[in-house]
Nanobody, 122 residues
Framework: QVQVMESGGGLVQPGGSLRLSCTAS????????QSWHRQAPGKQRELVAKITSGDTTDYADFVQGRFTISRDNAKDTVYLQMNSLKPEATIVYFC????????????????WGQGTQVTSPR
């Protein structure tokens, strides 16, 4: 059983900040990595940031140092801190969780959250 839930989206002014949260709970599987993706209307979903179970991180080029992905193991939560937000139409941010039954071997699979909306109007 795997449960993924995003929160923290909403309306924010251009140049402002917002922090998204993703809680992922499972008792059967090992979480290899978690990542944030975004999808604008009429466009493909794209990677924003990724963090592995070893706390290595990766960011899309368009982030340009404005976002930070982190984790709080005590709360089973991954965060995406977004600063200097640009004026854009509503974008849905999704949390993806990459899992497997064992740490270093066996099949892998991923689970998506329902998404949370972020709007930064001009």
């Amino acid at each position: 059983q795997v449960q993924v839930m995003e929160s923290g989206g909403g309306l924010v002014q251009p140049g402002g900040s917002l922090r998204l949260s993703c809680t992922a709970s499972t008792t059967e599987f090992i979480i290899r990595a978690q990542s944030w993706h975004r999808q604008a209307p009429g466009k493909q979903r794209e990677l924003v940031a990724k963090i592995t179970s070893g706390d290595t991180t990766d960011y899309a080029d368009f982030v340009q140092g404005r976002f930070t992905i982190s984790r709080d193991n005590a709360k089973d939560t991954v965060y995406l801190q977004m600063n200097s937000l640009k004026p854009e139409a509503t974008i849905v941010y999704f949390c993806n969780v990459d899992l497997r039954r064992h740490l270093e071997f066996g099949p892998t699979f991923d689970v998506w959250g329902q998404g949370t909306q972020v709007t930064s109007p001009r």
